[in-house]
Each structure stands twice: as C-alpha cells, then as structure tokens.
C-alpha cells in the first residue's frame, strides 16, 4: 500500500555483467555473470526510473531509502532521484571501504576496494527523516568511527565472512553489519522494512534479530529455500 514502509534498502542490479566473455570478476571463485543483471543502456535507466518510484510510493513521509551500488550505477540512482523526485531529499553519500577487498586480477585499474550507499528520504506533509544520532554514535565502531563519536560517512566493513555466506555463488550478498547499521540507524523496534532485491535474504535476517518486521521481495527462484531457511533456522 502507499506511505507503508518505514525504511526501503536497495541492492539493485549493477549491470556489469556481459552478454559474452567471461564478465566481471569479484573474486578468484565467484564470477559476475547473471542473466537479471543484463541491460541495455537504455533498458537499465527505465528499469531504475520504475522501481525507484514504487520504492517512493510505499515509502511513508519520514522514511528512508537507502540504495547500495558501485560506479556502475549509483551515479544513475542519484540523477533519477534528484531530476525525477522534488519531494525527495539526499541525506548522505555513504562510502563502505572493504580493508579485504580482492585484489583486481586485471592489474589494469585501481583495486575496488569501495562501495557507494545513497541514504534519501522522502520528507512531505511536514515529516522530518528518522535519524537515530545517539545510537549511531553508541552502536557503530570500527577502524575509522571510534565509539562515543559522531560516525563518519566512511564505514570499515570487511566483506561477507565465509560463516555469513548463504548463497554460495551470490555475487552481492551484503555482510550483516552493514544492514546493522543502515536499520539501526533510521528505524525503531516494530518499524517495516522493504528490500526490493532480496538476494539470500540479508536485510529480511537483520530485520528480524533487531525486531523490525520485513518485507522482500526476490524473483530468482533459487534463493527462495536460502532465505526461508535463514529466518526460520531448526
């Protein structure tokens, strides 16, 4: 339904894989080459351009959405949000740094040690963005955010651990401290979750054990048993 959802985390498709070849590859097992995640040019703007205005139609005024992407396509997200949506507003560009990230076996770029997280939220009728400063400042550390300080938009995260790992071959799942964080920080207790892109069910996991309740929604039938599995573990 309209203005339902406290919070929407987004983690949509980059459009980096190739139609042929070998793609792109994030680490020496896993390679990027999934069919949900080919578009054209053009095909990719009208896919971003729909669902970010769905996200925005369920979301409630004082909600957030957060969007997490690579160069690929985090730049595209903000233009839409920016040239498409008056009512809504950027709050942070957040950059999680990977301190083990791989390494690029090209050896022909930068090492991509980074991703980019958008946090926008949709500010009509009078309603401010929910914002847990205090909790932020008591429940986030790391390497670059000492604990009892106000946190910076740079977040040490390594990636996903081999015991978080559901999926196997899923080449974004997302380590859970990050969706600590982002549910932590513009949620309270009983408050809704929406993720769009499911995937192996993270953000729906997270929810749960910080007593949010959670919607997903995942087309790749695959990841249904993984994601039931996880929220309802023997």
Same mark, same amino acid.
């Given at each position: 339904?309209?203005?339902?959802?406290?919070?929407? /985390?987004? @983690?949509?498709? *980059?459009?980096?894989?190739?139609?042929?070849?070998?793609?792109?590859? *994030?680490?020496?097992?896993? %390679?990027?080459? +999934?069919?949900?995640?080919?578009?054209?040019? @053009? @095909?990719?703007?009208? /896919?971003?351009?729909?669902?970010?205005?769905?996200?925005?139609?369920?979301?409630?005024?004082?909600?957030?959405?957060?969007?997490?992407?690579?160069?690929?396509? !985090? *730049?595209?997200?903000?233009?839409?949000?920016?040239?498409?949506?008056?009512?809504?507003?950027?709050?942070?560009?957040?950059?999680?740094?990977?301190?083990?990230?791989?390494?690029?076996? $090209?050896?022909?770029?930068? $090492? +991509?040690? $980074?991703?980019?997280?958008?946090?926008?939220?949709?500010?009509?009728?009078?309603?401010?963005?929910?914002?847990? *400063?205090? @909790?932020?400042?008591?429940?986030?550390?790391?390497?670059?955010?000492?604990?009892?300080?106000? %946190?910076?938009?740079?977040?040490?995260?390594?990636?996903?651990?081999?015991?978080?790992?559901?999926?196997?071959?899923?080449?974004?799942?997302?380590?859970?401290?990050?969706? #600590? #964080? !982002?549910?932590?920080?513009?949620?309270?207790?009983?408050?809704?979750?929406?993720?769009? /892109?499911?995937?192996?069910?993270?953000?729906?996991?997270?929810?749960?054990?910080?007593? #949010?309740?959670?919607?997903?929604?995942?087309?790749?039938?695959? /990841?249904?048993?993984?994601?039931?599995?996880?929220?309802?573990?023997?």
């Amino acid at each position: 339904p309209d203005e339902s959802i406290d919070l929407v /985390f987004a @983690d949509p498709p *980059y459009n980096m894989s190739k139609k042929k070849g070998l793609g792109w590859k *994030y680490s020496k097992h896993i %390679t990027m080459q +999934e069919e949900w995640d080919i578009f054209s040019k @053009d @095909d990719f703007f009208k /896919f971003n351009k729909k669902w970010l205005k769905e996200s925005f139609r369920v979301l409630k005024h004082g909600g957030s959405l957060w969007i997490s992407g690579s160069f690929h396509n !985090i *730049y595209q997200m903000g233009f839409i949000i920016q040239q498409f949506h008056q009512d809504i507003k950027i709050n942070n560009s957040i950059v999680w740094f990977k301190p083990n990230a791989q390494p690029n076996i $090209t050896c022909r770029f930068f $090492t +991509e040690s $980074t991703e980019h997280l958008i946090w926008a939220s949709k500010n009509g009728k009078g309603k401010k963005w929910k914002f847990n *400063y205090q @909790d932020t400042k008591e429940l986030i550390e790391d390497s670059l955010n000492p604990k009892g300080k106000q %946190t910076r938009n740079v977040w040490s995260i390594p990636l996903t651990p081999k015991k978080e790992k559901w999926a196997g071959e899923h080449p974004t799942q997302k380590p859970k401290e990050l969706m #600590r #964080r !982002i549910i932590l920080s513009c949620t309270d207790k009983g408050n809704t979750v929406l993720d769009p /892109f499911l995937g192996s069910g993270t953000t729906s996991a997270v929810a749960k054990m910080l007593s #949010r309740n959670s919607i997903g929604i995942e087309k790749d039938k695959k /990841f249904i048993g993984i994601i039931k599995k996880r929220l309802n573990p023997e």
